[in-house]
């Protein structure tokens, strides 16, 4: 048994989508979340960046004494993870690439994939690898798609730009016969509802954040880590900078209320 909080970070509010779904499945446990408002989007950002941005965010997490991380960012589990969990021996370390690779392989049928990230996620080969390892015979369709990232952070998830957002980008992904679509940007979730009503009921859409709860449940529980808090867990978000709409799209995301405190994350 273990009451220390979890600590879960990203971006800025893309991460709210993975902790919507560990609320679900572990809804006593005690969370910390960091969203990196300052300096979003991490998408088109150096692996070098990413690292440095992930390491004081790990380490200011570190000081609530958490007992795992998980990196509710993919453009950081697609470049950073060995590295980060180099530099936190310490800390158990859980991403979103793997769970959203499993998801998809029990997704797709006809082994046609889209894949819609970040530029720093797509170039990465993160996924396709694993795929590719999984099933040789898995073709990947891959489309970079960063102005979601700032329409999912305005709130602009369905609305008309939204909608013309979604048929530029993935027009010619769709034309490939896929038959999943990995949402491989915790951003994308926001914007699912337009999604899925582009690309039409015979597409799958993965979201890689159901299965990442189930493997930090998976892992809690084996490791006798689990909390024995009676209710609800405290749940605390922190961003870096004062970014007006968190409060608004973490109602949205999550049906309450919840106020973000600022942190200095440069010092750490
Ligand atoms: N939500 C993040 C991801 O999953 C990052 C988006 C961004 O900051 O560009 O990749």
Redesign the pocket.
């Given at each position: 048994m273990d009451n220390r909080p979890i600590g879960v970070f990203?971006?800025?509010v893309?991460?709210l989508t993975v902790v919507k779904q560990i609320i679900k499945v572990l809804p006593q446990e005690n969370l910390v979340y960091f969203g990196d408002t300052a300096r979003?989007?991490?998408?088109?950002k150096s692996k070098s960046t990413v690292t440095k941005f992930s390491e004081q965010i790990i380490r200011f997490l570190k000081t609530k004494d958490v007992k795992a991380i998980v990196i509710?960012?993919?453009?950081?589990?697609s470049n950073c993870y060995e590295s980060l969990s180099e530099t936190f021996p310490e800390l158990p370390i859980i991403e979103?690439v793997t769970p959203g690779v499993e998801s998809c392989l029990e997704a797709t049928k006809n082994k046609r994939v889209g894949l819609i990230?970040?530029q720093?996620?797509v170039t990465s080969g993160a996924y396709e690898r694993r795929l590719k390892n999984a099933d040789s015979e898995i073709q990947v369709f891959k489309k970079a798609c960063?102005l979601f990232?700032p329409l999912a952070e305005e709130g602009w998830t369905n609305n008309e730009v939204a909608k013309l957002t979604v048929k530029e980008y993935l027009s010619d992904l769709i034309e490939n016969d896929v038959d999943s679509v990995i949402l491989?940007?915790?951003?994308y979730p926001l914007l699912k509802a337009c999604i899925g009503e582009f690309v039409g009921e015979r597409v799958t859409i993965v979201d890689p954040a159901k299965a990442t709860a189930f493997k930090l449940k998976n892992f809690l529980k084996s490791n006798d880590m689990l909390t024995d808090n009676a209710g609800e867990g405290v749940r605390e978000f922190y961003v870096s900078d004062e970014y007006a709409n968190f409060d608004k799209i973490c109602k949205q995301v999550l049906k309450y209320t919840c106020k973000a405190e600022k942190v200095d994350i440069e010092k750490y």
């Open positions: 990203d971006s800025g893309g991460g979003v989007p991490y998408g088109a509710a960012c993919n453009t950081v589990s979103v990230a970040t720093g996620t960063p990232v491989g940007c915790t951003h």
